[in-house]
């Protein structure tokens, strides 16, 4: 009992925390007298209402927060808050169910990018911008933003920290205190974020498409203001800022803060992701061009090169913009470009998926298998650069992948006894789970996710959330062991 009291504690203090990021729409409201204030003003109250009322009612059980607090913490905030960040969509769209509703800000805030809206175009900008905005927050974490004020406040942050940080290097630090790590991933995030806006801004978008597209890129979520997603604006200037800014939000944000710190980019020499990473993107968008060539898709490599390296970029980093329709592209093309939304993104990124560095542990481990076939009694310890991978991180990362496929498996063939088609909802899972957007067949980059039963938009929910929480934050809760004193 004290422990669910200690967690409605800080729950109630980061939905006061998260009731502030209602202010952007409202400005943006304001200025475009959208006639949506008093729906945003209404929900903020409410938000902090509900969050004020948790910490009042469980303001004496403050105590620090250990491991399996944190797990729970995790899961707590991105159901809860997902809920209530469909309050507005439910109250401007009135024929909206909940189940649609919530897809959508899961979607948003887990940056998936997916949606279940149309007439994009003609929403309110202020609707558009809580769309795009909760991208952002997503993108970097809501704890991890929580652990930067919560300390303030008499709350531990560590574990909470360490149970959102994704990837196999969660012990790695940038400082020597966890508030201080937290606020200077935020500072570069924001940073970056800011270049990106002036950027497109630079390239030709308003100012409204330059934030809401920056907010999009940066937390690789794919949102867009307009049905046509980034073909709207048929601008290789465009396309080029953001093909740069996903390359960036897909790697390690640790490495863009200690290349800054250092004014050097020797992090980034140093980072074992970065250059299979950049390599495997540049080498398949080249690839893509000479096959779209060949196959008579487009008369002229230029043309090919310029749509197949965006569309590329875009669903390698996880982000899900799209610039043409990749769905009638020949099946290789976007079943490849799905396989590498499975294992690309760096750790520590804002991207979904296995992750680059477990790929690499993964390829590592194979290669000293086979040596060890022919040297069975050598030593040849499994080294990532200088780095030597323990057996329990090559272990972890063994049960991920299993588990990671295994959930493809799962949720796949439950959209199937659904009635849908194999390659749709293939695709729709592999999609969601890498928190990528869009996929092939019902669920291509032109159509949206409307079409799917609640039944089936609920199982896509559920693998944006277990990819959002990289699965075994969410599975390892229902073990006996968890639970146990």
């Not at 290097?169 to 270049?195: C, F, H, Q």
């Not at 990749?326 to 470009?337: A, K």
Request: hydrophobic share 50%.
């Amino acid at each position: 009992m004290i422990r669910l009291f200690s967690l409605a504690r800080v729950f109630g203090i980061m939905l006061m925390i998260f009731s502030t990021f209602y202010t952007l729409p409202i400005i943006t409201s304001w200025l475009f007298n959208d006639g949506t204030t008093p729906l945003f003003i209404r929900d903020m109250l409410l938000t902090f209402s509900f969050g004020g009322s948790l910490w009042v009612l469980s303001k004496d059980y403050a105590r620090e927060l250990k491991a399996k607090d944190g797990f729970i913490l995790v899961l707590l905030a991105w159901s809860g808050m997902a809920a209530i960040s469909a309050v507005p969509l439910m109250t401007y769209f009135p024929n909206i169910s909940f189940t649609d509703a919530y897809f959508e800000t899961m979607s948003g805030l887990s940056t998936t990018g997916a949606t279940v809206l149309s007439g994009l175009d003609n929403l309110p900008p202020a609707i558009n911008l809580w769309r795009h905005e909760l991208h952002w927050i997503g993108g970097m974490g809501i704890i991890v933003l929580a652990v930067a004020i919560l300390p303030i406040l008499g709350v531990g942050g560590r574990q909470v920290f360490m149970s959102e940080t994704p990837g196999p290097m969660k012990d790695s630090k940038l400082t020597p205190r966890i508030t201080e790590t937290a606020r200077n991933l935020w500072a570069i995030y924001a940073g970056i974020t800011v270049a990106c806006i002036l950027g497109l801004k630079w390239a030709g978008m308003n100012w409204l498409d330059a934030i809401c597209h920056a907010f999009s890129t940066m937390g690789l979520g794919g949102f867009s203001t307009h049905d046509a997603n980034i073909a709207y604006f048929d601008s290789p200037a465009i396309e080029g800022v953001l093909m740069v800014f996903m390359l960036l939000s897909g790697m390690n944000f640790a490495t863009h803060f200690l290349a800054m710190r250092n004014r050097s980019f020797n992090p980034y020499k140093y980072d074992v992701e970065a250059k299979p990473y950049l390599a495997l993107i540049m080498g398949s968008c080249v690839a893509v061009a000479v096959f779209l060539v060949h196959k008579g898709v487009y008369p002229e490599y230029l043309i090919a090169l310029r749509n197949a390296a965006f569309n590329v970029i875009s669903m390698a980093t996880d982000c899900g913009f799209w610039s043409v329709d990749f769905n009638q592209w020949p099946i290789f093309v976007p079943l490849w470009m799905l396989f590498l939304a499975c294992i690309t993104v760096n750790t520590g990124s804002t991207g979904g998926g296995i992750k680059m560095m477990r790929t690499l542990i993964l390829a590592k481990q194979s290669e000293v298998q086979m040596f060890l076939l022919n040297h069975p009694t050598a030593v040849h310890p499994l080294k990532l650069g200088k780095m030597i991978v323990h057996s329990n991180v090559q272990l972890s990362v063994l049960g991920f992948i299993f588990v990671y496929f295994m959930s493809i498996v799962i949720l796949t063939f439950m959209l199937i006894v659904t009635g849908m088609d194999f390659v749709s909802a293939l695709s729709a899972i592999v999609s969601c789970l890498n928190n990528a957007g869009p996929g092939l067949g019902q669920v291509g980059p032109t159509a949206t996710y409307a079409s799917l039963s609640d039944f089936q938009t609920w199982i896509c929910t559920l693998a944006m959330f277990l990819g959002r929480m990289e699965i075994f934050t969410v599975l390892v809760i229902f073990t006996p062991a968890f639970w146990r004193k």
